[in-house]
C-alpha cells in the first residue's frame, strides 16, 4: 500500500482535524533558519551518540582519497630492488603457488620491476617514486603504511571491504558509521559527503551503496555531489517559486510527517522531517559552496583547478571548503587506476591527475591549521601484482590483495614515518601487516571512538565496522 493511502486509513477527517490542531498549536513553525536543530530533529542528528567520542580525539573530520582501480605499490611507495633485478624472470612459485589471481591464472608467470626510480625525500628520507614529485615533497608530513592487506580480489567487493569492514554487501558505510556515532558539525550541509572524478585507464564503476547507511538511520548515508552543473537534482527554486514559498511548503510537510511519527513513531520519518529541512538550507549554502571565486590565485594553482570542472582537483579544493563547513566526512573517488596494461602510461595519467591535488590539499589544511585535526588517507581498495600482465612493450600488473601501500596525515598521525613492509618482491605483507579492519580501527581511535563500543544489534549480532575478528589500532604512526 502507499504510504499516503495507509495514512489516510489510519486518520479519519474528524480525528485528522483534531491532531492537526494540537500538534500546529502547539509546536512552533520550524524555521530550518535556526542555528539550532528543531524539535523534530533530535540531537544525535547533529551531535552523534551520547557518550561519544569516547576519549579525546586526535581528529574531528576525515577526508578520504580513493584511487578507485588499485595503484600498483611497486611504482609509488615500495621500492623493490629485487624486483628489479629479476626483471623478465620467472616468478618464484614458492610467492605464488595456491594464492589468488584475478587474471593471470593459468599463464606464465614473470616478473616486472619498477617502471620508476624511487628517490629519499624530506628529513625523513622517505623513498617515494618519481612519478609523484609532489607527494614526495610531503613526506615529512605522511605516514606510509607499506604492509596493508585485504580480503578481496575483484574491485566491487575490494570496494565493499575497504568500505565496510566486510564483502557483505548492504552493510553500513566507514562514513555512515562516523556520521552515527560522532553526527556533524554542519547545520546546513550533509555531514557525509562523496564526490567522484575519472581520468586514467578503464573506470570501474563505484556503486552507491559504497556509500550506503545499511542497518543504520538512513540519513547517515552520504550525499553524492555531481562534478558538473548543480551538485544536487533540483537544489535551485523552479521558476516563480521564492524562498518564502518554498520554506511554507516544506514547513506544512513536515507538520504532516510530525503528526505521522506521532502515530507510528517509525524513525525513518524523523529522517524525512530532519532531510526535508537541511535540503532547504542547502538551497543557500550550496551555491556559496560552489562559488570558489573567493579562492586566491595561488590557491587555484596549487589545486590545478580554475573551479567546479568536475577532475580530481577541483573535488579536493571542494573537500577543503566543505572540511571548513563542518562535514564529518568526505569521500573522493578517482577512477581510473585499473592498469592491467600499458602500466606506465596510464601511471603518468592518474599521477599527473591526483598526485598534485593530494599534496595541494595537504599543504592547505597545515597551513590553514586544519590539518592537525583533519585525517587524510590515500589509497586504493588494494594494489598490484610483481608479475608481468600483458604481451610485448606495454606491460600492466594485475589486481593484488596480499600486500600494498596507502598513507595517512594529519588528525594525530605522525609525519615522515614508514611502517611495515612486504617481501623482496612486494607480495606478501611480512613485517606489521596491517588489515583494512587495522585501518578502520585507526582511524576510529583518531576520531576518539573505541571501535568496540561503535555496535548496532542487526540480526542478533553486536554488528560494527571492525567485524567480529580482532582489530589493531596501529599505535605506532600516532602521535
Not at 128 to 140: K, R, T, W
Not at 221 to 231: A, C, L, N, R, T
Not at 350 to 370: F, I
Request: proline share 6%; glycine share 12%.
Amino acid at each position: 500500500m502507499h504510504p499516503f493511502d495507509e495514512y489516510r486509513q489510519a486518520m479519519t477527517r474528524r480525528s485528522f482535524l483534531g491532531h492537526a490542531s494540537m500538534g500546529i498549536g502547539a509546536a512552533a513553525a520550524s524555521t530550518m533558519l535556526s542555528p539550532t536543530p528543531t524539535a523534530a530533529m533530535d540531537a544525535s542528528a547533529l551531535g552523534g551518540l551520547p557518550g561519544l567520542p569516547h576519549f579525546a580525539p586526535k581528529a574531528r573530520r576525515v577526508i578520504f582519497l580513493c584511487m578507485a582501480g588499485g595503484p600498483s605499490h611497486l611504482e609509488t611507495f615500495d621500492y623493490k630492488p629485487e624486483l628489479e633485478r629479476m626483471d623478465g624472470q620467472p616468478m618464484p612459485q614458492s610467492f605464488t603457488s595456491g594464492q589468488p589471481i584475478a587474471q593471470l591464472q593459468g599463464q606464465e608467470l614473470k616478473c616486472l620491476g619498477p617502471q620508476y626510480k624511487f628517490r629519499r625525500h624530506g628529513e625523513s628520507g622517505q623513498e617515494v617514486a618519481d612519478i609523484i614529485p609532489n607527494i614526495a615533497s610531503i613526506a615529512d608530513d605522511i605516514a606510509i603504511i607499506r604492509s596493508m592487506h585485504t580480503d578481496q580480489i575483484n574491485h566491487d567487493p575490494a570496494h565493499t571491504v575497504m568500505n565496510t569492514g566486510t564483502s557483505i554487501s548492504g552493510r553500513p558505510s566507514m562514513g555512515a558509521w562516523v556520521t552515527y556515532g560522532l553526527g556533524t558539525e554542519s547545520q546546513d550541509l550533509p555531514g557525509f559527503l562523496v564526490l567522484t572524478s575519472v581520468g586514467g585507464r578503464n573506470p570501474q564503476p563505484i556503486a552507491s551503496r559504497q556509500w550506503g547507511a545499511g542497518f543504520l538511520p538512513s540519513r547517515f548515508q552520504g550525499v553524492e555531489f555531481y562534478s558538473k552543473g548543480d551538485p544536487v537534482h533540483y537544489v535551485r527554486n523552479p521558476a516563480g517559486v521564492s524562498r518564502g514559498q518554498q520554506q511554507q511548503l516544506v514547513e506544512s510537510i513536515n507538520r504532516l510527517n510530525e503528526l505521522r511519527y506521532q502515530q507510528v513513531a517509525n524513525p525513518e520519518i524523523e529522517t524525512r522531517i530532519a532531510q526535508m529541512e537541511l535540503a532547504f538550507r542547502m538551497q543557500q549554502s550550496i551555491p556559496e559552496l560552489m562559488d570558489f571565486s573567493d579562492e586566491p590565485r595561488h590557491v587555484l594553482e596549487s589545486y590545478g583547478t580554475e573551479g567546479s570542472d568536475g577532475s580530481f582537483a577541483a573535488n579536493c579544493l571542494l573537500a577543503r571548503r566543505l572540511a571548513e563547513r563542518g562535514t564529518r566526512f568526505i569521500h573522493l573517488y578517482h577512477r581510473g587506476w585499473d592498469h592491467h596494461g600499458d602500466l606506465k602510461r596510464y601511471m603518468d595519467i592518474c599521477c599527473n591527475l591526483c598526485d598534485g591535488p593530494s599534496a595541494a590539499l595537504v599543504k592547505d589544511l597545515k597551513e590553514r591549521g586544519m590539518l592537525e585535526d583533519t585525517l587524510v588517507i590515500w589509497g586504493g581498495e588494494f594494489g598490484r601484482t610483481p608479475m608481468f600482465q600483458g604481451k610485448g612493450k606495454d606491460p600492466g600488473r594485475d589486481h593484488h590483495i596480499r600486500g600494498f601501500s596507502m598513507w595517512m596525515a594529519g588528525g594525530g598521525v605522525k609525519g615522515g614515518v614508514t611502517y611495515g613492509a612486504t617481501d623482496e618482491l612486494g607480495y606478501n605483507a611480512v613485517e606489521k601487516p596491517v588489515h583494512v579492519r587495522d585501518l578502520h580501527a585507526t582511524m576510529l581511535h583518531l576520531l576518539g571512538i573505541n571501535h568496540h563500543r561503535l555496535s548496532v544489534k542487526f540480526q542478533g549480532l553486536d554488528t560494527k565496522l571492525t567485524g567480529v575478528e580482532e582489530a589493531h589500532v596501529v599505535k605506532d604512526v600516532i602521535g
